[in-house]
């Protein structure tokens, strides 16, 4: 059983920059058109500092972290026992080539299902860009299952 006092538990802020090239891959791998998102100048010309994040690349950005399952190890997780739940995405200021975004992650819950054959565990991560503006938020629900 995963450990419950965890909820709450808040991590370390991770700060990452964002990089142009990667925007551009995460924008075609998306299939983004909005030339906003692959076009240095159409985003400037748009209004924007850069190149402009696509939705839900604040979910590569958390993946950057030296360890990307830091919450899985952090609560002892059997990641070969993860299944993904739920995501769900917040937007804030936007989030450009070049800005610095720093994440913090919580643990907002855990709790079990079916006699504790399913565990689920809830998290959020808030990033802020280096002009302390908020730039959004992500959670996301893994769920442990525990064959019986």
Not at 106 to 111: F, G, L, Q
Request: glycine share 8%; with cysteine.
């Amino acid at each position: 059983m995963i450990d419950t006092s965890y909820i709450g538990h808040v991590t370390d802020p991770y700060a990452v920059t964002v990089e142009k090239g990667r925007l551009r891959d995460f924008a075609r791998a998306t299939g983004q058109s909005d030339r906003v998102y692959l076009d240095e100048e159409a985003a400037k010309a748009a209004g924007y500092r850069g190149l402009l994040a696509p939705p839900t690349y604040l979910f590569s950005l958390d993946l950057d972290r030296e360890d990307p399952f830091y919450f899985i190890t952090l609560l002892k997780i059997d990641i070969a026992k993860v299944l993904h739940g739920e995501q769900a995405f917040t937007y804030g200021a936007p989030m450009c080539a070049g800005d610095t975004i720093t994440l913090v992650s919580k643990v907002t819950d855990i709790y079990a299902k079916k006699g504790g054959a399913m565990e689920f565990v809830h998290l959020k991560t808030s990033a802020t860009n280096q002009l302390g503006e908020d730039a959004g938020s992500m959670t996301r629900t893994v769920i442990v299952r525990h064959p019986q």
